[in-house]
C-alpha cells in the first residue's frame, strides 16, 4: 500500500507537498505527464486518461493538485478530475483530497467555473474526501503584480480584496488534511490578513523598489464587483501566520 498518490507533483504546489510528506516519512507516488526522476514519479494525464489505473492502484489517499488553468481547462480540471476520481472509486481509494480556490462559488471567473464544477464530481463520486480551497499563493500574487505592472504606468483594482498565503503553510494545510479522516467541505484556507490590492500593490512596490503610477479600475462588471467584496477571501476561515510583507522581504 502506498500512503499518496500526488497529482501535478511536479507543480509549485506539488513539489511543496513532496517535501512536507516525505518529513512525515509517508510513501509516495507522485503524477506528471512526463517522466520523472526516481521510481516513485509515474506518467498518466487526466485530459487523456492515460495511466490513472496504474497510479491509482494500491493508494489509500489521493492528493489531487493537477490543474490546467489557461489551455483546456475544463477538459482538464472537470472531465479529468471525474475520469480520476471514478479510477479512485474503481480502485478503493480510501481518502480524496481536492485541492480547491476560495471563493471558486463566489468569483465568476471560467477558471474558478471549472473549479466549482470539479468539486461537485468529487463530493458526487462516492469516494470518501476532502475538499480544501485555498486563497490565491504570494508566488501568484508577485506574477500577477509583475504583469499589472510592468509598465510605469499600470491599472489596478485598488480596491479589490485578496487574502494571499505563504504556499508553505497553504502545503502544511493540505498535508494536515491529508492525514486527517476524510471531512468533506471543510472550512476554507487564506492568509493571515485580508488586503486590498492597493495595499499589497503599494508593499510590492516599496519592497521592489519600483515607482509605477497606478490608476484605479471601478467595481464594474461582475468579477470585478465580487473582487470589491471580497469573494476572495475568508475572513472567518483557517488563517496561515506569514504576512505578505515578511514575504516580499
Ligand atoms: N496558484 C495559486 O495561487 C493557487 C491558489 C489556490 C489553489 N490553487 C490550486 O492548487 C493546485 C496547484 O496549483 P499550482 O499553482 O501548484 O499548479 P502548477 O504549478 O500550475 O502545476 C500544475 C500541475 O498540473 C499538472 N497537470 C496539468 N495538466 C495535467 C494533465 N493533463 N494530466 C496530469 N497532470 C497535469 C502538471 O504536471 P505535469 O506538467 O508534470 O504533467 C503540473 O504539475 C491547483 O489545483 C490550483 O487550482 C492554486
Redesign the pocket.
Known sequence: MTDFLI?????????KLIQRLEGRNASLRL????AGPDVRWVC?????GTGLSAAVAGVRTVI??????YQ?TR???VE?TRRLVETCSLNGVAHFVF????GVDRMPFP?YRA?LDAEKIVESSGVPFTIV?????F???DWMLRRLLALPVGLLPAGGLLQ??D?GE?ADRVVDVSFAAPAGRIAESGGPQVMSFGDIARQWKQARGRSVFTIPVPAVGASLKALHQGALTCPNGWRGRKTWLEWLK
Open positions: 497529482t501535478g507533483a511536479s507543480g509549485r504546489l506539488g513539489r503524477m506528471s505527464r512526463a498518466a494525464d487526466i485530459d487523456r489531487h493538485c493537477a490543474s490546467s488553468p483546456r477538459e482538464v480540471d479529468g485541492v480547491s480556490i476560495t477558471y473549479k480551497r485555498i486563497t490565491q499563493f508566488p501568484f500574487v494571499p498565503i504556499m497553504a
